[in-house]
Structure formats: structure tokens, C-alpha cells
């Protein structure tokens, strides 16, 4: 089973966790952005053959939402929230 | 080609079987075709049988990496239906019923096509409201979607003992798709192979797409293969969880993000559940299969994924919804599993499409796509050859996204 680091918790089983979705940037101002960046905004996300960020939430263990860099083909987490691993 | 039938099977008998020939050939790979078709699954295999039968294109190569039938046609729970939510998605669907249901006379091979019901075990009131809707929609279309008692759901699936009136979730009702099916999957890309090879057509296993070429007039121009570059003024990526792997080569981005989808089967056993049971709330599937083993799926992984693999987290919580309608099954030992990567689009509807690089199409986020086969062939195949959308399809342009016209689909995923 996945491990993932909490900040508070240490490593706990993935089951502990729910998923929160992947990390995207901050909504822009549709009127101050192209069309095309817009969309791309709404739709689009990253889909490496690698590591992508995430969001989860230590639903059943302390409640803190985190980020940590996985990567989609090993499912190995390359970036921890410390910034560690 | 070689017929398939009761004399020819006598007749090879009596020869003990030495005198089969090939279903298809091998031929020597050209450095140019009139279309690529990037990936020999359902999808990719399909397509080319269209393009040769439907418009007489048969300069056609079909390009996969592993072997025929090893990909996501060889990942899935086999379920044939056609009960979407949209307007836009349940003609297409019919439609690739009607064409699963005809194809072992078409292709002269037997899919063993078995047309046996979906039930959908409804646990809640919201879920009865959601297929009530879907089954107002569906009589438009000449889908089918009939309520049932809960006295009727036990009826049908005498297994299902869990669900009782003391249980969390009581089932409360179902409904019933009768058009729904199971077949064999590696006959659907056999028999398709063979057709293919009949028409004229090369399939071409061992040969990985690692680059897509484009000319300097921004057309797309060809593959970059280990055997060498195949020149094409067509390239169609049917490739499932890669689309974006690919299209990325030419600078091409996508709404589309990969996800695994996973299911696993048990042991066989005699006959026990003659039907597709759906359970939507408690987030499980299952059929069981002509060897006898059930055949079972949930939920997708959490977050993205090309791993084709099951998560010991996915596989817990299916198997604890499954008990908690068939107790029964506790008994059961698990005999294997596997995970298909597959890409969903933003709205869960599929897309397919010429793409911003002039003659690179693609067919992609078909979640669920196996039922989709022979219609996304069909309509693939329509707009390659006519530069049109079919139109079945024409609401699932990639034009959608643009002008924010979702095609928000929930029929997609069938647990939940």
C-alpha cells in the first residue's frame, strides 16, 4: 500500500487518505487572459509519463490537507511536503 | 479468406488440424501507406476495418507496440451496453450494440456473444431518480431501461442476499438493461485481424510509435518507429491512456488526464449469476464468465496513473462492497487481476477528432471503451477517409472544449 507522509502524522497507509486532485495555478482573470488560456485553465491538466503534483487530505488521521510530487508510472512519491524524500 | 465453419472445422479435424491456414499474415513493413493507425487494439483494429470496408482504403497500417489483443481490449470486464445519461452519447451506443450484436456473422468468427441483461441494484432514492431520468432519455433513443421491485432484483440474482432491511444501504429497486452483453474479447480483435488482412490490410505488431513527424507546412507527415520512419498523410492515435504521450511530440495538448481501471476474477465456480449485476452505490460490478470465474470491478485508482496494476486500497474497498451484498462470496478465492490505463476527458465524454495539426486524428478518453468499439471504429474511420465528422460523433469534436460545450457524462463510469 502507498505510504503517504503527512507533516504531522509521518507515513500512514494511503487508505487513510482521500484524494484531493492535482495541484493546478492560480485561476486567472478570464477577462485579463486569451481565450485560448482560459480553456486551457479550465481543461487541461499535466499527464507526464512521471512525476505530477497532487493534493490529499488526511481524512481519517488528523485532517490537514497536503502536496507531494507522485510519479504516475511507480506511483513512488519524489517529493514529500517537507520538500524531502 | 479462409471460411470458418462446422464443414471447415470437420475438415481440419480429419487432418488433425495441420491444415489451418495463417488468420493473417506478416507482410514486410513499406516506408509509406495512405494511413497510419497508431495501436491494434479495439479501437485502432476496428477503424481499419471501416476505412477498407466502408471507403475502400486499404494502403493502411496498423501500428502496435506489444502484441495483437495484449493492450487494453485484453484489460477490461468485457460489458457490452448502451444505458448513457446524454442525448449526444446513447446513439452512439445503441448503435455499437447493434454492431457487437451482428458481428459474428459479419467477421465469420465466433464472439460468443452473450446477451444476458445488466441489473442495476439501486440502494438509495437519489440513484432510483438518476436512472428514471436516464430511462426517459434512453426510450428516445431505443435504448432499454425497465424499474423492477426489489422482490424482482432477489428474483433475479438469488445470490444476492445482502441489502436487507437492517443493512445500511437496503436495496430498494433496480433496472434492467436488456441490451446489455458480455462477448469474448480477444475474438473481437482477432476477428477484426483477420478481416483487416482479408481487405488488404497490414497489421504490424513490435513496432512502437516513439516520435509523431510533422512537415514544414505543419501537416503531420509520419511516425518515428525503431523500425525506421513510415510516411503517412494520414496518422490516427487510438492508444488509450497515451494519447497525450504521443501528441505531445508535435506540441499538441489535451484536456485528457490517465487514470488505471482495475478488476480481478475469482475462481470458477458453477453457474450462479446468470446476468451483469451493477451495484452503483455500493461502488462494484460483476459478471460471470463462460469458464465460470466472476468477473469484478470497481472504482479507478485515486489520481493519475500508468501503472496496469491493482491498488491493494481499490481492491479492499471493492471487495468489502461486494460482501456486503453477496456474503456468499467471502468463499471465494482470488485467481487474478489486472489494470488498464485509459484517458478521461474533462467532461467524461469521449473525443475524437481532427487535432490543430492537419491529418492527425485522434479517438481518445474512451472510458470505458470496449462497448464503444465498433461505433468509434466506424465513425473514426468516417471522418479519416471523409474529413467529416460521422454523425454519431459530431457532438464529441475537440472544438467542445473551446467553447465550453461539455458533454458531461455520468454513464461513463458504471460503479459510480
Known amino acids: 500500500m502507498m505510504q503517504i507522509p503527512c507533516p504531522f502524522c509521518g507515513p500512514r497507509n494511503e487508505s487513510e487518505f482521500s484524494f484531493g486532485g492535482p495541484v493546478k495555478p492560480p485561476r486567472p482573470d478570464p477577462s485579463a487572459v486569451s481565450d485560448e488560456d482560459w ?9 507526464p509519463l512521471g512525476p505530477v503534483q497532487e493534493q490529499w487530505w488526511h481524512v481519517r488521521g488528523c485532517g490537514t490537507w497536503l502536496t507531494i510530487w507522485r510519479d504516475t508510472r511507480t506511483h513512488d512519491i519524489v517529493e514529500a511536503p517537507d520538500g524531502g524524500r | 479468406m479462409q471460411r470458418y465453419s462446422a464443414f471447415s472445422l470437420l475438415r481440419h479435424g480429419i487432418n488433425r488440424h495441420t491444415t489451418w491456414a495463417p488468420a493473417w499474415r506478416s507482410p514486410p513493413l513499406k516506408d509509406r501507406y495512405d494511413v497510419i493507425v497508431i495501436g491494434a487494439g479495439g479501437h485502432g483494429l476496428a477503424t481499419a476495418y471501416y476505412l477498407a470496408k466502408e471507403h475502400g482504403l486499404t ?21 457490452i451496453r448502451s444505458n448513457y445519461m446524454r442525448d449526444a452519447s446513447i446513439p452512439f451506443y445503441v448503435k455499437s450494440v447493434a454492431l457487437y450484436e451482428a458481428m459474428t456473422r459479419e467477421l465469420n468468427f465466433n464472439m460468443m456473444h452473450s ?6 441494484v439501486i440502494q438509495n432514492y437519489p440513484m432510483m431518480r438518476d436512472r428514471r431520468r436516464r430511462q426517459h432519455i434512453m426510450d428516445i433513443y431505443g435504448s432499454t431501461y425497465e424499474q423492477i421491485s426489489e422482490a424482482e432484483v432477489r428474483r433475479r440474482i438469488p445470490a444476492l442476499t445482502g441489502g436487507g432491511p437492517d443493512a445500511r444501504l437496503p436495496v430498494v429497486g433496480g433496472y434492467v438493461h436488456t441490451d446489455a452483453a458480455i462477448n469474448r474479447h480477444d475474438a473481437v480483435a482477432w476477428g477484426y485481424a483477420r478481416a483487416i488482412d482479408a481487405m488488404g490490410g497490414e497489421i504490424h ?27 503517412a498523410p494520414k496518422v490516427a492515435v487510438a492508444v488509450s491512456g497515451h494519447t497525450t504521450t504521443l501528441t505531445e511530440t508535435v506540441g499538441l495538448k489535451l484536456p485528457l488526464r490517465t487514470m488505471n481501471l482495475t478488476a480481478f ?63 456468499s462470496f467471502k468463499k471465494l478465492k482470488f485467481l487474478r487481476q489486472w489494470g488498464g490505463h485509459l484517458d478521461i476527458a474533462h467532461d467524461a465524454s469521449p473525443i475524437q477528432d481532427e487535432t490543430d495539426v492537419p491529418g492527425l486524428f485522434i479517438t481518445a478518453g474512451w472510458w ?49
Not at chain 2, 446477451?115 to 442495476?120: A, E, G, N, Q, Y
Not at chain 2, 465528422?389 to 459530431?394: F, I, Q, T
Open chain 2, 59 to 79: 494502403n493502411v497500417a496498423v501500428l502496435e507496440r506489444g502484441w495483437l489483443g495484449g493492450g487494453n481490449i485484453a484489460r477490461n470486464t468485457i460489458t
Open chain 1, 39 to 47: 480553456t486551457a485553465w479550465l481543461t487541461q491538466v499535466p499527464n
Open chain 2, 205 to 231: 505488431q513490435q513496432t512502437p510509435v516513439t516520435q509523431l513527424l510533422r512537415g514544414a507546412d505543419g501537416r503531420i507527415e509520419g511516425v518515428e518507429t525503431p523500425r525506421g520512419v513510415i510516411r
Open chain 2, 265 to 327: 476474477v475469482s475462481e470458477p465456480v458453477k453457474p450462479l449469476v446468470d446476468v451483469i449485476v451493477n451495484c452503483p452505490d455500493a461502488g462494484f460490478y460483476l459478471s460471470q464468465s463462460d469458464k465460470g470465474s466472476l468477473v469484478i470491478g470497481g472504482a479507478p485508482d485515486p489520481g493519475q496513473s500508468f501503472r496496469r496494476d491493482i491498488k491493494q486500497t481499490v481492491f479492499e474497498d471493492t471487495v468489502s462492497a461486494m460482501l456486503s451484498l453477496f456474503p
Open chain 2, 368 to 416: 470505458g471503451g470496449y462497448k464503444a468499439i465498433p461505433a468509434g471504429g466506424l465513425t473514426l474511420a468516417h471522418l479519416v477517409a471523409t474529413g467529416r465528422p460521422h454523425p454519431l460523433m459530431e457532438p464529441f469534436g475537440i472544438n467542445r472544449f473551446r467553447h465550453l460545450d461539455y458533454v458531461m457524462e455520468t454513464g461513463t463510469t458504471t460503479a459510480r
Open chain 2, 115 to 120: 446477451k444476458r441483461s445488466m441489473i442495476d
